[in-house]
């Protein structure tokens, strides 16, 4: 076991003299035999990821603020059906790549929400474990889920990412956490089912008709969220994106969570544990939404209800 710790720290000071440029990789893909550059050096692949602004953090309910302004977003086109290619790109060591991806009409927008503007949707892509175990970006309290999906948008006004990504608040992305269930959950059949014509990187196959409506919670269930200004997830880790992160879960079953790890990247090894792990707020503040504190007060009118009935009873 020493021989072989020794051999992997001059193996890597060795590479690391010879490769300085190398390609970011996620932390179940750094080996002594591929020195990629994990999320802790990720500030050597883009300064950028060294800032202190960046994406995913650990959410501390306790510590949010509620903000009035966070009502219920509006969402245009989201239930309309469209047809796109999901797309395994393996990750080529490129900037904003993404491992799972579908590119998404423009139809569909999301305003409202204290956003500054109507912003369009580009693409939608997931981030998860090992067959099913922790694998989310951000976490709440903590608690990491099985899997995590953003949905990304950029300002209407604008026409590409790079361009929105030169504004502070060009980025909206939201973010919605996967949970495992006792069932199949239907709705993403076809998803799941796409997977298994995409194991291997730099393939893709088409999606039929998708619409983000049947992917996401029902709109009930999607006025408690997070607010927070934050970054890419990869590099560059770009600080231009407006974060809203939804605390109602999306069920999956553990064959479905599981289907997403029979991927496999470009050296062939599984596709697992595809997440950067959380990073420092550094004062930022967190915001929740007015529906938490309306949730939390009706408890509290409940339990006094409940309390003036029980005194009158024992009168």
């Known amino acids: 076991m020493r021989t072989h710790i020794v051999f992997c720290f001059v193996f890597a000071f060795a590479s690391l003299k010879t490769s300085l440029g190398a390609e970011w990789c996620y932390q179940s893909q750094v080996t002594c035999a591929k020195p990629c550059q994990g999320p802790l050096k990720w500030p050597e692949v883009a300064a950028t990821c060294g800032g202190k602004a960046q994406s995913p953090i650990n959410i501390v309910t306790k510590k949010t603020l509620t903000d009035g302004r966070l009502q219920p977003l509006s969402y245009t086109g989201y239930q309309?059906?469209?047809?796109?290619?999901?797309?395994?790109?393996?990750?080529?060591?490129?900037?904003?790549?993404?491992?799972?991806?579908?590119?998404?009409?423009d139809s569909a927008k999301i305003e409202g929400g204290n956003?500054?503007?109507?912003?369009?949707?580009?693409?939608?892509?997931?981030?998860?474990?090992?067959?099913?175990?922790?694998?989310?970006e951000h976490t709440i309290d903590g608690e990491q889920y099985p899997m995590e999906m953003h949905i990304v948008h950029i300002k209407q006004r604008y026409h590409?990412?790079?361009?929105?990504?030169?504004?502070?608040?060009?980025?909206?992305?939201?973010?919605?956490?996967y949970q495992e269930s006792g069932s199949s959950n239907r709705k993403y059949d076809s998803v799941i089912n796409a997977l298994k014509n995409i194991i291997r990187p730099g393939t893709n196959t088409t999606l039929y008709d998708l619409s983000l409506e049947t992917l996401i919670p029902s709109h009930s269930d999607l006025t408690v969220y997070y607010r927070y200004q934050g970054s890419l997830t990869t590099p560059q880790c770009d600080e231009a994106v407006v974060w809203t992160v939804f605390e109602n879960t999306i069920p999956l079953s553990k064959q479905q969570l599981s289907a997403f790890s029979q991927l496999s990247f470009a050296d062939g090894q599984k596709m697992?544990?595809?997440?950067?792990p959380v990073q420092p707020l550094y004062g930022r503040e967190?915001?929740?939404?007015?529906?938490?504190?309306?949730?939390?007060?009706?408890?509290?009118?409940?339990?006094?209800?409940?309390?003036?009935?029980?005194?009158?009873?024992?009168?």
């Open 80 to 105: 309309y059906a469209f047809q796109s290619d999901i797309i395994n790109n393996g990750h080529s060591g490129n900037f904003c790549v993404h491992i799972v991806q579908v590119n998404l009409p």
């Open 115 to 136: 956003l500054e503007s109507s912003y369009k949707a580009i693409q939608l892509h997931f981030h998860w474990g090992a067959d099913g175990g922790p694998g989310s």
């Open 160 to 177: 590409s990412l790079s361009e929105a990504l030169k504004d502070k608040s060009g980025v909206a992305v939201l973010g919605f956490f």
């Open 272 to 276: 697992t544990s595809t997440f950067r």
């Open 286 to 315: 967190v915001y929740r939404s007015s529906a938490v504190a309306v949730w939390v007060n009706s408890g509290l009118l409940l339990c006094s209800v409940l309390s003036v009935v029980a005194l009158n009873l024992s009168d």
